[in-house]
């Protein structure tokens, strides 16, 4: 008789713990990279970047940087023979999920409330990743103050563990998503 009443309960617990993980596995971790580089000379957007460029995105935290993999593209942007500087190179690992993940990430001294390349990106996982960039290339006056940006905004699809290229006029974005 103890063993009917059991049975029951341990359904219903096996079944909680299958509702309660669903969730936690649809979330997949990835190593996020990005590479932001100048391919020409500037051209500056009609207005610098305003204050709110962020929109509510959370800054990547330091504790989930990783190394960088993209080494031989970043040292092949950083040649002037190549005709490009690398502005930016970062990596780190966030989870991606149905729901937009937005983050932000910057590179530089930070001068009158920015950095000189700042990047909001949103991430959005289906059986495919849909990418928002919005990428700042500041420009700062001798006196410190923002003077003029270029800005970088596009959204698309993008594949897994393959580089994708954002295109602007004088400015470039390499990511690539690697699921750990």
Not at 41 to 60: E, H, M, T, Y
Not at 138 to 145: C, Q, R, V
Request: with cysteine; glycine share 6%.
């Amino acid at each position: 008789m103890k063993d009917l009443t059991v049975m029951p309960l341990l359904r219903n617990l096996l079944l909680l713990l299958t509702l309660t993980c669903a969730p936690a596995m649809a979330q997949s971790l990835y190593q996020i990279e990005v590479l932001a580089f100048r391919q020409a000379q500037p051209l500056l957007a009609s207005q610098p970047v305003n204050d709110a460029w962020a929109d509510g995105a959370q800054a990547v935290q330091p504790e989930a940087s990783m190394t960088p993999m993209l080494v031989q593209e970043a040292e092949r942007l950083s040649s002037p023979a190549n005709g490009y500087e690398l502005l930016m190179q970062q990596s780190w690992k966030q989870t991606v999920t149905e729901q937009p993940v937005s983050v932000t990430i910057g590179q530089g001294d930070s001068q009158d409330g920015h950095q000189p390349v700042e990047l909001k990106l949103d991430l959005r996982k289906q059986n495919y990743i849909d990418a928002g960039v919005d990428l700042w290339v500041n420009h700062f006056g001798e006196d410190g103050l923002l003077m003029a940006s270029e800005r970088l905004k596009q959204e698309r699809r993008i594949s897994y563990k393959e580089l994708n290229y954002f295109d602007h006029g004088s400015i470039g974005l390499l990511i690539r998503v690697t699921p750990l």
